[in-house]
Nanobody, 119 residues
Framework: QVQLVESGGDLVQPGGSLRLSCAAS????????MGWYRQVPGQQRELVAL???????NYADSVKGRFTISRNNAKDTVYLQMNSLKPEDAAVYYC?????????????WGQGTQVTVSS
């Protein structure tokens, strides 16, 4: 079993910054990629940023230039630095882990951390 523990969600004013962290533990065995998705009530969960353990990154167009994803391979941890936050960034942010095609279950999700952007 794999556990994902997220932290860093908070209330922040527009233009502010937050840093989310997600630490993986348990029977991981391998990590293909980790990342962050977000979801607003009534909407589908959407990709925010994804980083492979080889270092390739992928961002949603809406966060490019404002958010930065990074990872610490030794700690099985992924971070999301969010700058210049906008009200439309408010959502529950979920950590995601992909163990690769040869593992079952392949994917795991965190419990979610709330990001609120409001003045």
């Amino acid at each position: 079993q794999v556990q994902l523990v997220e932290s860093g969600g908070d209330l922040v004013q527009p233009g502010g910054s937050l840093r989310l962290s997600c630490a993986a533990s348990g029977s991981i065995f391998s990590i293909n990629a980790m990342g962050w998705y977000r979801q607003v009530p009534g909407q589908q969960r959407e990709l925010v940023a994804l980083i492979t353990w080889g270092g390739n990154v992928n961002y949603a167009d809406s966060v490019k230039g404002r958010f930065t994803i990074s990872r610490n391979n030794a700690k099985d941890t992924v971070y999301l630095q969010m700058n210049s936050l906008k009200p439309e960034d408010a959502a529950v942010y979920y950590c995601y882990l992909d163990r690769g095609p040869n593992r079952a279950p392949r994917e795991y999700w965190g419990q979610g951390t709330q990001v609120t952007v409001s003045s």
